[in-house]
C-alpha cells in the first residue's frame, strides 16, 4: 500500500516542506522545497506560510502530515513566533483530512541518522541517500524531508519495536 506524507519543518522565516511516498521500506521524493517569508510583516508571514501549505496540501494529496513538535526556546517571543508559524501551517491541513504526526528533533534525526544528536550537514546527507537524490537538499527542505522519512519508518512497526536505540538495533 502506497503512502503519501507530507513533511514539514515549520519557521518564522524559512519553513521547508517535502512530499514522499512510501510503502514503508522504500522512499521516494516527489516533491520538496521552502516557503521564504522572512521579508514579510509578521501577520502577511503566517498568511504566506497557510496558502502556501495550502496549496502544497491540494497539489499532492498527502494521506500523513510529519511535522516537527515545539521545543523548548530560551527566548520567549522567538517560540511563540514559532508556535503561530506551526499553527499556520496545521490549520492549512486541517481540512484536507490527513493524519497528524509529531517528532521531536532527536526522534527524527535518530530515525534518519541513527544518533539523536546529528549535525544539520549528516541529515542532509543522509536524506540525499535514502532518497536517492541527486544533490543534497536545502536545508530546510532536508528537515521536512527527514521528517516525512522518520514517519515512513513508523509505519508498521509495531510499537514495541519502535523504542530500538539505533536502527542498526531494529529487528523485524
Do not use: N
Amino acid at each position: 500500500m502506497r503512502h503519501r506524507i507530507l513533511g514539514i519543518d515549520p519557521g518564522s522565516r524559512t519553513t521547508g516542506f517535502g512530499v514522499i511516498d512510501t510503502d514503508g521500506s522504500r522512499s521516494v521524493r516527489i516533491a520538496g522545497g521552502c516557503i521564504r517569508v522572512a521579508q514579510l510583516p509578521w501577520p502577511q508571514r503566517l498568511r504566506r506560510l497557510f496558502d502556501g501549505i495550502a496549496q502544497v496540501a491540494a497539489e499532492y494529496r498527502p494521506r500523513e502530515l510529519a511535522v516537527e513538535q515545539l521545543i523548548f526556546a530560551r527566548d520567549v517571543t522567538a517560540a511563540l513566533k514559532l508556535g503561530q508559524a506551526r499553527g499556520a501551517v496545521l490549520c492549512a491541513v486541517l481540512g484536507e483530512d490527513i493524519q497528524v504526526h509529531e517528532y521531536s528533533p532527536k526522534a527524527v534525526k535518530l530515525a534518519v541518522v541513527g544518533t539523536g544528536g546529528a549535525e544539520k550537514a549528516q541529515v542532509q546527507h543522509m536524506v540525499r541517500l535514502l532518497l536517492s537524490l541527486p544533490e543534497t537538499p536545502p536545508e530546510d527542505e532536508a528537515d521536512a524531508l527527514a521528517l516525512a522519512l522518520c514517519h515512513a519508518h513508523s509505519l508498521g512497526i509495531p510499537a514495541r519495536r519502535r523504542a530500538a536505540a539505533s536502527w542498526r538495533d531494529f529487528r523485524p
